[in-house]
């Protein structure tokens, strides 16, 4: 299967549903998107009489079946791809999302601090340094590739020097230039934010010009 930013990979046919002619799910209207870093659903509107039907993280798109009653606006009933119905809080979801400054984007990172870095990842449940990177970009409305070292080769970016860098741009470590192997994105002050293994494996903030980081750093990039 390929995702939407052309990343190819395998994964087991029996875990997967086929939607039919109907279309992508997540992809019609009415839609919205979960703003929480995580959001319980319920089988009914209410969050005390049953546990959880499915908790989904941050930036999952679920189609909305209907609005809560008018005395009780808090929810949405929203349909799974399983076809099965549960409710969300509204307050967990945003039908229009708009595209993040760099400053709210930095904003949102933080929101992740402590999450615990998953190679491979790239939503909630755990990030790696590229997905992390990739997220943040993309809540500025932006798709960029998916690997570290496709992203610092990226037509969308532009190099920048050290001494120029700004809150938002992307940094790239390695041993060489050709030899990227880890990202993050500069927010200002010398310091960056990163999902990494390094000391403990969780979304942290390090400082440019502590080791490793000052003498791996190998590339500065922008988003054009």
């Known amino acids: 299967m390929r995702t939407d930013d052309q990343y190819t990979g395998w994964i087991l046919s029996d875990v997967l549903r086929n939607l039919g002619e109907s279309g992508a799910y997540g992809r019609s209207e009415p839609v919205v998107q ?3 870093l995580f959001a319980n659903l319920y089988r009914e509107p209410d969050v005390t009489a049953h546990k ?3 908790t989904v993280p941050f930036e999952s798109r679920l189609d909305v079946v209907s609005e809560g009653k008018a005395d009780d606006s808090r929810w949405l009933q929203v349909r799974l791809p399983d076809q099965r119905t549960a409710w969300i809080q509204n307050a967990d979801v945003n039908s229009d999302p708009e595209p993040l400054t760099i400053a709210q984007s930095i904003a949102l990172a ?3 601090l402590g999450l615990p870095y998953l190679w491979g990842g ?3 449940y755990g ?3 590229s997905g992390f990177t990739q997220m943040l970009v993309r809540s ?3 798709t960029m590739p998916r690997d570290a070292d496709l992203q610092a080769a990226w037509e969308g970016v ?3 020097d050290r001494k120029e860098l700004r809150a938002g741009d992307l940094l790239f470590f390695g041993s060489a230039a050709d030899k990227i192997t880890h990202t993050a994105m500069y927010i200002g002050e010398g310091e960056f934010i990163q999902s ?3 000391g403990h494996p969780v979304v942290q903030i390090s400082c440019l010009h502590d080791q490793p980081w000052t003498r791996i750093l190998v590339a500065c990039r922008r988003i054009k």
């Open 34 to 36: 979960v703003e929480a």
């Open 52 to 54: 959880p039907v499915l």
């Open 110 to 112: 933080k929101r992740f």
């Open 122 to 124: 790239r939503s909630g």
């Open 127 to 129: 990030y790696d340094c």
């Open 140 to 142: 500025r409305g932006i």
């Open 158 to 160: 532009v190099a920048v």
């Open 196 to 198: 990494t293994t390094h």
